[in-house]
């Protein structure tokens, strides 16, 4: 079974710039889970979408949104980047999403905010 | 707010050591702690713990859950260079409406094992 895949893998972009970034999840898998990793912050979660509805999502701004597509492949976009946006972001996939002990993580994008 | 709090934040051993990852949370609605294994990107999963005093082992690996003192430990024992990585310990909370809430993760501990 091929894993999750996330693209692209890295990225530049400038301030004030928008960027979307694409996560597909393990065949069969319906839950989607987005997360921002840095240094300072560690990982936290930005949002989970399953069949097609965001169920859940954590503290962040507007700025960072998400969908899902029927074939459950998601993407998120973050719109007026700013310099803090500079994150590693993992998207995580599970069917059913009932508990996250079967989460399975993609490789990640590595955003680059100039 | 929900905090995760993990120490050390970087540990250096040497092959074959014992070592001991410590995971203390103020969560609201405690579901579950997870500990995740990260080496170079993608976080693998390792345990999940929702009942206090019950030990999960997988091999050199265990972890254990006290739910009243509020902290979970990650025993790694005979350490291997493959084991140096990145440990994170997030916490599950349940959601009034039923199901489970987006994970709360800490900081991580950073474990270097010299050969």
């Known amino acids: 079974k091929a894993g999750v895949t996330q693209t692209p893998r890295y990225l530049i972009k400038t301030r004030g710039q928008q960027v979307t970034l694409s996560c597909s999840p393990i065949s069969g898998h319906r839950s989607v889970s987005w997360y921002q990793q840095t240094p300072g912050q560690g990982l936290q979660f930005l949002f989970e979408?399953?069949?097609?509805?965001?169920?859940n999502k954590g503290n962040f701004p507007g700025r960072f949104s998400g969908r899902q597509f029927s074939n459950s492949r998601s993407e998120m976009n973050v719109s007026t980047l700013e310099l803090g946006d500079s994150a590693l972001y993992l998207c995580?996939?599970?069917?059913?999403?009932?508990?996250?002990?079967?989460?399975?993580f993609g490789p990640g994008t590595r955003l680059t905010v100039l | 707010e929900d905090k995760v709090v993990q120490s050390p934040l970087s540990l250096v051993v040497h092959e074959g050591d014992t070592v001991t990852l410590n995971c203390s949370y103020e969560v609201t609605n405690f579901r579950s702690l997870l500990w995740y294994k990260q080496e170079k990107k993608a976080p693998t999963f390792l345990f999940m713990l929702t009942s206090s005093g019950i030990e999960k082992k997988s091999g050199r690996l265990s972890s254990i859950l006290d739910k009243k003192e509020l902290f979970s430990i990650l025993n790694i024992t005979a350490t291997q260079t493959g084991d140096s990585a990145v440990y994170l310990c997030?916490?599950?909370?349940?959601?009034?409406?039923?199901?489970?809430?987006?994970?709360?993760f800490g900081k991580g501990t950073h474990l270097i094992i010299q050969p």
């Open positions: 995580a996939s599970s069917f059913p999403r009932d508990s996250y002990n079967e989460q399975f």
């Open positions: 979408y399953f069949s097609e509805t965001q169920r």
């Open positions: 997030a916490v599950e909370r349940y959601k009034i409406r039923g199901g489970a809430d987006g994970l709360t």
